[in-house]
């Protein structure tokens, strides 16, 4: 199986050059196909020419897929999930190529090689890859930012003891965590740990934290969700028992409030648009129509207008950003130029 997809990847990086960009599908101009050429080659065994040219052209229509994979899935999803890629999609390339044609057929040595051209189906491969994805990616895979202030017996302290444990719990979880700035959604809250006792313990300290979270979306500043939590702590020294309660407690808050944040982001995933140059208020009307007929848009809300700018929120069924951003620019009724887009951000401009 690894073999098979190392492959894919030469191949892919081997046939980069000859891709032709995208076409509207034959089938269904609705949809849109990769046009891809790679190459396959299989062995000459017992004299069998012909069955070798199958077992080819067969390897070239999965390098060509391979090529597509590439575009859609990072390096790392590539190696963690190589197996399952190469199993659930190279292996059914026929189900993906709306067709392809034999550019070339060749006997090199012991090998037959075979170089296509194929049209690769960009909407179900996409399809198929998101199931593929871990929950975050599929729900719009947001950046997770943390600003978490500490206390210890009623003192600020400079310490990130529950930053860093809900961080690493997030991040095992699939979650892309980064800086607090530039994040789509920002956890914010506090922690504070006190002295409890140290009588019975045998020399050790007992300490007891709480901590109190929030996570809040940075564009619209709508709550996701929130945990409070509390601990105990228990070392050698008054330090290290109160930064082993923290700990503690922001382990025992980290997973009902990752499961929290995820529901909220499956029932009410919403997008903030930022779209200009709207000229009049009869202009936003029509558009708002428009995005209310878009079958994944939930509903839709105008938070402000002025200047020609306008404030929408957009309530998806499923997506973020990047999808509504995709069926803007389908539509033909009202053409939208999209000029950046975050997890679940959005700035547009009408045409």
């Known amino acids: 199986m690894m073999k098979s997809l190392s492959l894919v990847l030469a191949a892919a990086l081997f046939a980069a050059a000859g891709c032709s960009g995208t076409r509207k599908s034959a089938l269904n101009p609705a949809y849109e196909t990769e046009v891809v050429e790679a190459e396959g080659m299989a062995p000459i065994v017992n004299g069998d020419v012909e069955g070798a040219r199958k077992t080819s052209q067969g390897e070239a229509m999965k390098n060509a897929l391979g090529l597509v994979v ?6 790392d999803a590539l190696v963690s ?19 392809y044609e034999t550019l070339k057929e060749w006997r090199d040595g012991e090998f037959f090689k075979t170089r296509i051209r194929a049209h690769v189906r960009k909407e179900d491969l996409a399809a ?36 860093l444990e809900l961080k690493n719990r997030f991040s095992e979880a699939g979650f892309i965590t980064g800086e607090k700035d530039k994040a789509d ?8 740990t006190s002295f409890n006792t140290r009588e019975g313990l045998g ?11 929030s996570a809040v979306k940075q564009g619209s500043l709508e ?25 503690n407690a922001a382990k025992k808050a980290a997973d009902p409030f990752k499961e929290r944040i995820l529901k909220a982001l ?8 930022n779209l200009a140059n709207v000229a009049t208020m009869n202009d936003l009307s029509e558009f708002t129509k428009l995005l209310r007929n878009i079958p994944a848009v939930r509903a839709s809300w105008v938070r402000g207008y002025s200047g020609g700018v306008a404030t929408i929120d957009v309530g998806m069924h499923k997506g973020g950003a990047a999808d509504l951003s995709q069926l803007l620019m389908k539509n033909s009724k009202r053409p939208v130029k999209v000029n950046r887009t975050s997890s679940y951000d959005l700035d547009a401009e009408l045409q």
């Not at 959604?185 to 504070?192: D, F, K, N």
């Open 128 to 163: 198929k890859l998101r199931n593929l994805e871990t929950e975050p990616q599929k729900l719009g895979n947001p950046v997770i930012g943390f600003d978490i202030k500490e206390s210890a017996d009623s003192k600020p302290q400079q310490t990130r003891y529950a930053e």
């Open 70 to 75: 590439g575009v859609y899935v990072s390096q």
């Open 223 to 247: 709550t996701l969700a929130s945990a409070q939590e509390s601990a105990g702590g228990i070392d050698l020294n008054d330090t290290a028992a109160a930064r082993a309660s923290i700990i």
């Open 185 to 192: 959604i920002l956890i914010t809250g506090e922690a504070q």
């Open 266 to 273: 499956r029932e009410k995933s919403i997008v903030r648009l």
């Open 203 to 213: 020399g050790f300290v007992s300490y007891r934290a709480g901590i109190s979270v």
């Open 81 to 99: 999930k190589s197996i399952l890629i190469d199993e659930s999609i190279t292996s059914q390339s026929e189900g993906y190529i709306e067709k």
